[in-house]
């Protein structure tokens, strides 16, 4: 190729060429070129080779060997060079480069020439890759530009001093008197650099908000006459005139009237003049009309005006495009809280965006509507839904079945309604639903008790229809084994009572024991009813003793140690087996998901065979994980036993203690628990957008440490994919143990705890640093904090 070869002849070569190999031939020889002639002193066609290295530099290949080049061409008296040069740097040069300083000058030079058009390179390329350093320099001469009496110089000034503001915020100042001025122009684009301007500068400080707060007439007047006049070619786009000015006045205007009734006030009576005149029909007239709509929601505005906002954003909900559907019921989730009535009346519109076939839009709906949720229409929303619930996408099923519980739980019109309400969203989307649902609904119909014999016939129903939902099956299983009498007599006067005969409900828990879709969990359930029902029904207790035996050699331990524990009542506690295998006294909630284990006195009497001694019955229970003797848990003997007795039994048959801190539903105990050891003072590590991360310590040895992690989550929306990660000096060993979930469910209804074990046998200065990261709202989030002090603990070692 020869090296006097066109712009448009290199191309066409480029273009022509079959493999990428070849292209890279012909690029490497027109590179070549160039370079030879940028060595030349008396190179006429150094603006011709510029282009040329810049198309290179466009499709990705190395082009540094030209910014020196682009200095020089900068520099050139010829406008032809200068421009070319000019749009070199702007491409091939940064702030971070040395090369960009050398500049500086000419840029200085070129800002006082005597031609528009030079002087407009200047600025366009001081906007676009001008250091700190060059800003400095160059703010005065920006400012004297912004005076100028050239229009187009003007415009092209003021969106330079909006670069140098964003780079040298204490540079803001020195432009605000020629900003104010600028409001005058009549030229739009004038005016339109004059607003960004403002804006950048109000943003940035406050002094300067309340000095431009001064402005609301004049740019309320220069908003009026863009919505009134008439037809003009130049701005017209759409019908609508100059809808980029419209858009960036209105975005000024919000800034400008947030928190200030006087402002405020100013300017209601144009937006109510804009959102009533603009054509909804077109696009264009659609964005101003969102501008509108977002500035009548954040200043102060009359009550008239925010619900006409509102039928705004509903009519957005009608139509066709999904993307104005999606900012519709985006901005209508921002202000259900406070306009909630308005809202509602939209909430016929919002529930048939349920039915969208876009994801995202969706998924608005869904929030929104769940939203609009309250005491009035929770049976109308509800029935939608679960409607929606039932041909829902995977995705979106855990977060409805989240936001039916929570708005059952608040809203509920009937203990019967609730109940009905939860096992219709456990056989749709059981495999979906948090893990504190089954305690929760368990707390629910225990504390009904005049709903217990439908809810056992109900549940036995759905036991024998599908056993494939888990959190189901562990409810159904319960009742049956809490209230299996009720079910064998075969009345009930809330609904068709069904019946069945002892095998037949033995059957069903043996079927859910044996199938393969049962999680270990949920053969726990149906092992603890089949051995409840022993105490229930007369005449198949053989046949219960059988299959608990079976599962005294099953492989899960959990399950082995439950029959384990169940032969030893049989055999050796037979008498004692009535009293521990009664009903469940009431729970009672401390909150969401958590019940407490505390029992009263009284319940204590009714429950325990015998007469308990005062000072037996107020001590404390075993701590959870000792191996303790039955007798001495169930708190049934009259006599303390000696020393040896207890020894001889504890080794004969060792029982392990697993409760849980709400409660192990399937302990044997039912529902009796270790009294809770004093807790460890806690201390707030983290608390940003709504996380909390609090930590609390206990010292196990002199050199050993446990700390507890407890996170929560006070937003209205679910946090998943919550992750903890702890980091110490080299000298500490540390092993963090798994955490209690993976999520965070909005309004702190569940917490996560996660254990971490620490040994500093070189008691070095102990610190920890941890990485929270989650995804909330699709976004990943992700922090750091430092932990520099432990509660309880001294920081300089253990």
Known sequence: ????????????????????????????????????????????????????????????????????????????????????????????????????LLITNSIKNDLSHSNQYVQSLALCTLACMGSAEMCRDLAPEIDRLLRSSNSYIKKKAALCA??????VRDLGELFVPSARSLLSEKNHGVLHGAVVLITELCGRSPETLERFRKTVPDLVQIMKGLVISGYSPDHDVAGVSDPFLQVRILRLLRILGRNNEAASDAMN????????????????????????????????????????????????????????RYI????????????????????????????????????????????????????????????????????????????????????????????????????????????????????????????????????????????????LVQVACWCIGEYGDLLLKGECQETEAVQATEDD?????????????????????????????????TDNVDRIRSIVSIYGSCIDVELQQRAVEYNALFKKYDHMRAAVLERMPVIQKNSLGQTNGEVSEETIKE?????????????????????????????????????????????????????????????????????????????????????TLTISC???????????????????????????QAAVPKSVQLQMKAPSRDSLPAKGAAKLTQLVVLNNPNKVNLKMRIRVSYTSLGSVVQDTVQVDSFPGISAAGL
């Open 162 to 167: 909006v670069h140098i503001v964003r780079k």
């Open 698 to 724: 206990e010292q196990q040895s002199d050199s050993g440490l446990t700390v507890m992690l407890t996170a929560s989550n006070s937003t209205d929306s679910d946090i998943s994919s919550f992750t903890l």
């Open 269 to 324: 009576d144009l937006l109510a003049q804009v959102a009533t005149n603009t054509d909804s029909t077109k696009t264009v007239g659609n964005a101003v009309l969102y501008e509108t709509v977002l500035t009548v929601l954040d200043i102060k505005s009359e009550s008239g005006l925010r619900v006409l906002a509102v039928n705004i954003l509903g009519r957005f909900l009608l139509n066709n495009d999904r993307n104005i």
């Open 607 to 691: 429950t325990q065979p015998g007469k308990v001694k005062q000072e037996e019955a107020a001590q404390p229970q075993q701590p959870a994980g000792q191996v303790v003797d039955l007798l001495d848990l169930l708190g049934g003997s009259q006599e303390p036993l000696a020393p040896s007795s207890l020894i001889s039994i504890t080794s004969s048959a060792p029982i392990t203690a697993t409760g849980s801190a709400g409660g192990d539903l399937l302990d044997l105990l039912g529902g009796l628990e270790p009294t809770p050891l004093t807790p460890a003072p806690a201390m707030t590590v983290y608390d940003k957008n709504g996380v």
């Open 505 to 537: 409900v033995l059957d069903a828990l043996e079927i859910v024991l044996q199938s393969h879709m049962s999680t270990p969990t949920t053969r726990g359930f149906a092992l603890t009813a089949t051995m409840k029902l022993s105490t229930r029904i």
């Open 1 to 100: 190729m020869s090296p006097s070869v066109a712009l448009q002849e290199m191309i066409r070569a480029i273009r022509s060429a079959r493999t990428q190999c070849e292209e890279r031939g012909v690029i490497q020889r027109e590179c070549a070129a160039i370079r030879a002639q940028f060595r030349q002193t008396d190179n006429g066609g150094r603006s011709h080779n510029l282009a040329k290295l810049l198309y290179v530099h466009m499709l990705g290949y190395p082009a540094h060997f030209g910014q020196m080049e682009c200095v020089r061409m900068i520099a050139s008296p010829r406008y032809s060079e200068k421009r070319v040069g000019y749009l070199g740097a702007m491409m091939l040069l940064d702030e971070k480069q040395d090369a960009s």
């Open 328 to 471: 519709a019921m985006t901005s209508l989730q921002k202000i259900v809280g406070t306009d909630h009535n308005a809202v509602q009346r939209h909430r016929g519109t919002i529930v048939d965006c349920l039915k969208d076939q876009d994801a995202s839009v969706k998924r608005r709906a869904l929030e929104l509507s769940l939203a609009l949720v309250s005491a009035s229409n929770i049976r109308s929303m509800m029935k939608e839904l679960l409607i929606f619930l039932s041909s829902c996408p995977p995705d979106l099923r855990a977060q409805a079945a989240s936001g039916i519980f929570n708005a059952a739980e608040r809203y509920a019109p009937s203990k019967r309604w609730h109940i009905d309400t939860i096992l219709h969203v456990l056989t749709t989307a059981g495999g979906d639903v948090r893990d504190e649902t089954v305690p929760n609904l368990i707390q629910l119909i225990t504390n009904t008790s005049e709903l217990h014999c439908y809810t056992v016939h109900k549940l036995y129903r759905a036991l024998l229809t599908d056993i494939s939902q888990q959190p």
